[in-house]
């Protein structure tokens, strides 16, 4: 098997022969030579070495990888490097090497930390290895991910990518015979409520998530009203069916606004809402964040709402309306469990 010539360090060559041996793991990897597939896809990643290096100083302070080869080449190479480390990753999995494809996943991200395949790798990795912590870490980063890239409202073919990723993430996770969780956390549920959008302007009923579940620990939407109030109310986003959700639009509002992001104005489709400090939540609460938001939205539209809406915007007027709560359910004492550290 031909190398890189040793008089031809060029990043050229490099390059050319790291691609070489992509193409050659590829094929062993279709012909499930998974072994065959890891020593090309490595052949290719010594190849790049020398172009990629970044913890060699130079003399000058910089690296010897900038003095050498021009930024351009350094950024092919590193690019074609975390393919590399991707593709090897992949093949340490179907050989259940599971801690030598996290490795790969962890190098290739501390190169580009929005890297779709190697964030799916990873958290699947660490989903065959049982780790539910690193797990939720995981599935967080690509949450976030894709909500950077729905806020933008641009790059519609990365979103659709990461999209696609946690669909199928989810289904493999789904598809493991053993759990990821022990037996015990599997018991520990927290009371949830799923809110729709029609007949409108909501409905809602009462349901559980597990407390492991890892859509709540990795759910970015938490209401940022709600938590001027202490209370870490969040949504999870089940995504059918789509529609609009009012309950959605107003729970989201921005403090300062009155209005909620795009995303929630329209075709939010249902939600769970849940406490991300896994508090309970029954359905009269939701009815009441309904009633006490709809007196927030109503006071926007004053005269005087600049200095009306932020005293609404407080414990002690949320508390204060109780009263009005109680009357949408009579003998039933609900209890907030409000938070400082919200």
Not at 150 to 165: F, P
Not at 174 to 197: S, Y
Not at 292 to 298: G, I, Q, T
Not at 310 to 339: Q, S, Y
Request: glycine share 4%; proline share 6%; charged share 25%.
């Amino acid at each position: 098997m031909s190398g890189v010539p040793k008089e031809d360090n060029s990043a050229a060559a490099c390059i050319a022969y790291a691609n070489e041996c992509r193409l050659r793991g590829n094929d062993h990897f279709k012909a499930h030579r998974f072994s065959d597939a890891q020593l090309e896809y490595s052949n290719g990643l010594n190849a790049l070495d020398p172009v990629v290096v970044v913890s060699r100083p130079s003399s000058d302070g910089g690296t010897e990888a900038a003095v050498k080869y021009s930024p351009s080449d350094v950024q092919e190479a590193t690019t074609l490097h975390v393919t590399l480390l991707s593709n090897r990753a992949q093949s340490a999995m179907f050989l259940s090497s599971f801690e030598e494809a996290v490795q790969d996943c962890k190098e290739g991200l501390s190169r580009d930390p929005t890297h779709t395949k190697l964030l799916f790798r990873l958290a699947l990795c660490y989903a065959r290895m049982r780790d539910g912590p690193a797990y939720t870490a995981t599935l967080t980063q690509m949450t976030h991910r894709l909500e950077e890239l729905r806020g933008l409202g641009t790059h519609d073919a990365l979103r659709l990518e990461v999209e696609s990723a946690l669909a199928e993430l989810h289904a493999q996770v789904a598809a493991l015979r053993e759990p990821m969780w022990t037996a015990a956390q599997l018991l520990e549920t927290v009371a949830c409520v799923c809110v729709k959008g029609s007949p409108r302007p909501c409905s809602m009923s009462a349901t559980r998530l597990l407390k492991c579940d890892p859509r709540i620990a990795a759910t970015p939407y938490v209401s940022p009203v709600c938590l001027l109030l202490g209370l870490p109310f969040a949504l999870i986003r089940t995504d059918y069916p789509r529609g609009d959700n009012q309950f959605a639009t107003y729970i989201m509002i921005q403090p300062d606004s009155g209005f909620a992001l795009p995303m929630w104005q329209q075709d939010a489709g249902e939600v769970i809402l849940v406490r991300k400090d896994l508090q309970d939540t029954t359905v009269n609460h939701a009815w009441d964040l309904w009633d006490y938001f709809n007196v927030v939205l109503d006071a926007w539209g004053d005269a005087d709402a600049a200095t009306k809406v932020p005293c609404l915007m407080t414990r002690k007027a949320f508390c204060d309306m109780e009263p009005r709560f109680n009357e949408a359910h009579p003998g039933v004492k609900l209890d907030w469990h409000f938070r400082d550290d919200a």
